[in-house]
């Protein structure tokens, strides 16, 4: 079983950074792809950044060239930093993990940090 725990979210002004932390109870980044996702109030929960096990990143097209995906294997901790935030960032952001384990899909969440980008 793998625990993810967020930190890192808050209140900031538009144009502003956060940091998103999200630490894994095991070591799981040779293995795991780690992902963050966000969800608005009436929306769907979307992707917006991942980093595979290989480490190759992708991003949401909405958050390209502002945020970045990041991970210390030391501290088995994967970042999402945020800059030149907007109010549509504003949303619940949950770390995800999932990968393939002899044979089975393991697909693990976080409990959720809340992000508002308001003046």
């Known amino acids: 079983q793998v625990q993810l725990v967020e930190s890192g979210g808050g209140l900031v002004q538009p144009g502003g950074s956060l940091r998103l932390s999200c630490g894994a109870s095991v070591s799981i980044f040779s293995i795991y792809n780690m992902g963050w996702y966000r969800q608005a109030p009436g929306k769907q929960r979307e992707l917006v950044a991942a980093i595979a096990s290989g480490g190759s990143t992708n991003y949401a097209d909405s958050v390209k060239g502002r945020f970045t995906i990041s991970r210390d294997h030391a501290k088995n901790t994967v970042y999402l930093q945020m800059n030149s935030l907007e109010p549509e960032d504003t949303a619940v952001y949950y770390c995800?993990?999932?990968?393939?384990?002899?044979?089975?899909?393991?697909?693990?969440w976080g409990q959720g940090t809340q992000v508002t980008v308001s003046s």
């Open positions: 995800n993990a999932h990968g393939v384990v002899a044979g089975t899909l393991y697909n693990y």
